[in-house]
């Protein structure tokens, strides 16, 4: 298995932009999770899919994101606009069941908003 | 919600010494705990998980510990190497929930 894959790895564009981040999760995988991390935060975890249907959205952090999981195999996290405080690294994982089970991260997009 | 204490932040240790990393919990209700290393610039990578029907587990230079009384878990590496410097994560998951709550992470330096 190809792990889980997102795209594209780095991403650089200037403020007021839409920034589209995507994912492709492990096949079979149920769970899928979009986090944030910064060095002042951590890791964050912005929004949390079960079967492609919103969990858990409370760590979004404003209106400007927003994400969609329109089949099993597909993930998109979109910022509009983009702003600088918006630059981190930001992780797609997937999890093979429904609770208490582990992640498995993507290799990650670093997103630079100038 | 669940709130994880991570410590030390930084960690430096000679090859071959042994380091431990320790988190605590707020939430009674956490029963899954896994940890995850993070080397430069990659992504988290789970290396050893325990839950709450065990206190201990161990995996070649690798053991994780749990009491569930004082909700604290640690990770202990022996034998350390200069690959071992890395980022590590703690992190607990509620029962019967899917979310992970991370500790702020540690970094480990092993020097040679």
């Known amino acids: 298995d190809a792990g889980v894959i997102q795209s594209p790895r780095h991403e650089v564009t200037e403020m007021g932009q839409e920034v589209t981040l995507r994912c492709k999760p492990i096949s079979g995988h149920n769970s899928l999770f979009w986090y944030r991390q910064t060095m002042m935060r951590g890791l964050e975890l912005l929004i949390y899919f079960n079967n492609n249907v919103p969990i858990d959205d409370s760590g979004m952090p404003e209106d400007r994101f927003s994400a969609k999981m329109p089949n099993a195999s597909f993930s998109t996290l979109k910022i509009q606009p983009s702003e600088p405080r918006d630059s981190a690294v930001y992780f797609c994982?997937?999890?093979?069941?429904?609770?208490?089970?582990?992640?498995?991260f993507g290799p990650g997009t670093r997103l630079t908003v100038t | 919600g669940e709130n994880v204490e991570q410590h030390p932040s930084t960690l430096s240790v000679q090859e071959g010494d042994s380091a431990v990393i320790k988190c605590t919990y707020s939430?009674?209700?956490?029963?899954?705990f896994p940890w995850y290393k993070q080397e430069l610039g990659k992504r988290p990578q789970l290396i050893i998980d325990?839950?709450?029907?065990?206190g201990e587990k161990k995996d070649q230079r690798i053991a994780v510990t749990l009491n569930k009384t004082a909700k604290h878990f640690s990770l202990h590496i022996t034998e350390t190497q200069p690959e071992d410097s890395a980022v590590y994560f703690c992190a607990a998951i509620r029962a019967g929930y899917s979310t992970l709550t991370f500790g702020k992470g540690t970094m480990l330096l092993v020097s040679p």
């Open positions: 325990i839950r709450s029907n065990v």
């Open positions: 939430d009674s209700a956490s029963n899954y």
């Open positions: 994982a997937s999890s093979p069941g429904t609770v208490e089970y582990e992640q498995y």
